[in-house]
């Protein structure tokens, strides 16, 4: 019964006026190839098992971390960063939601980030963190949004990493303890050296 009024749901997004229906469509992810019936019960099938409806604070918290880390960067390293993240929310060494992650960090009591320690730099660097609208933002958003509803479904390209700097700093001290994944754009990925496959440390 469940997977079927989420049929229902989708099939009445997919046939609503205009497409798929713009402001609907910031919850969940349809693909052209599922709007007929067998793709949209195996959507529904989908949305069911994994538990794929977007929360909204997710991916804005992952689209600022996109955009601020990586916005001019290759789709490769705008991906890459946002595999860190997840990489992270599945550690048991970080917290487990998203912005979580993305905002942990020393805070005063006001709430307000003490700068410089923070574990994403822009966070806390003293500047302004809502993203000028632009076609980069647009973009970043976009990407949050299908990195989260299709994590599962293309191979890690930072191999399990969990930290990463630029290339044009000095190489930090935690660096030391980790290994070097890859290298992607103006970013260095590391991971623990006690990592497995399947597994974060």
Not at 130 to 145: F, G, H, I, N, Y
Request: glycine share 6%; hydrophobic share 40%.
């Amino acid at each position: 019964m469940k997977k079927f009024i989420l049929f229902l749901a989708l099939f009445l997004i997919a046939a609503a006026p205009g497409g798929t229906g713009s402001q609907m469509i910031d919850y969940f992810y349809i693909h052209p190839d599922n709007t007929n019936q067998t793709g949209l019960f195996e959507l529904a099938e989908k949305i069911e098992k994994r538990n794929i409806f977007l929360n909204i604070e997710d991916v804005m918290c992952m689209a600022k971390n996109i955009f601020f880390e990586a916005a001019v960067e290759s789709t490769a390293g705008k991906i890459a960063v946002a595999q860190v993240t997840l990489n992270r929310v599945r550690s048991p060494k970080y917290p487990n939601t998203i912005c979580g992650v993305v905002y942990e960090g020393k805070h005063y009591a006001s709430g307000f980030p003490k700068r410089n320690q923070c574990q994403f730099s822009w966070y806390c660097d003293g500047r302004v963190d809502t993203p000028p609208e632009s076609r980069l933002w647009v973009d970043a958003q976009d990407l949050a949004k299908y990195i989260i509803l299709r994590q599962y479904d293309f191979p890690d390209i930072t191999d399990g990493a969990t930290h990463y700097h630029a290339k044009y700093i000095d190489t930090p001290k935690w660096a030391v303890q980790k290994k070097v994944t890859t290298k992607i754009d103006e970013h260095i990925f590391y991971r623990s050296h006690g990592y497995r496959k399947g597994f974060s440390f």
